[in-house]
């Protein structure tokens, strides 16, 4: 029982630990993540499990070495910023798969694929056929970007003259029957405003709405609660 309770506590204070190591870090070290930062992650994860379960270790070294590595990955980041060649040792560079509608065959040995693995990607973007394919580049997280053909682009509301209207933000009004004060205000509008746009709406009260918004035009929309699929719409 003593055992069971030590490693709860090491494991909460490890979390802990690793969530303020996580924010030192920022986004993209749970977003996009290079080589290095694939690295880091795996080695402070391994670190942090080894601590939390393992009672003969030394809790205190295995938390100064969790510091360690955050730090030196919080400085190798701040590093790769400031400086290209830096930028390039840790992070990588893309690496160019298709060039002009060309396979580039030292481009896949270099990112460690080959040629079915690329059609494969190509087809989860959408291009069935190589030859729509101007550039296909690995960038350094690993992801394939894809740049069509000229005449496979698809055509845009400006290649067609259509005329529209620039876009706005949409604020969140309620969320989960919970007004949103400072999102209204940052539309401004208050509650009195929205109160009386879902009246119209039909809406006396906010009990069965789960999400409000309002779009740039001051239109608001309603996502109401407990909405279950359409019994005909097949997922399998």
Known sequence: MHDFIL?????LLVLILLFFIAKLLGKRQVS????FDYVVGITIGSIAADISLDLEKDLLAGIA????YGIVAYFISFITLKSIKARRIFTGVPTVLVEKGKLIESGLRKAKIDVNDLLSEAR???YFDLSEINYAIMEVNGDISFLPMEEDKPATKKDMKIKCDKGGLTANAIIDSTYMKNNVMAMHKDKKWLDHELKVL???NYDNILLATIDDKEKVTVYEKNVRPDKNTVLE
């Open 65 to 68: 070495s969790l510091f360690i």
């Open 32 to 35: 996009q993540l290079n080589l």
């Open 124 to 126: 989860v973007a959408g």
């Open 202 to 204: 039909g809406y006396d």
């Open 7 to 11: 490693i709860c506590f090491r494991s």
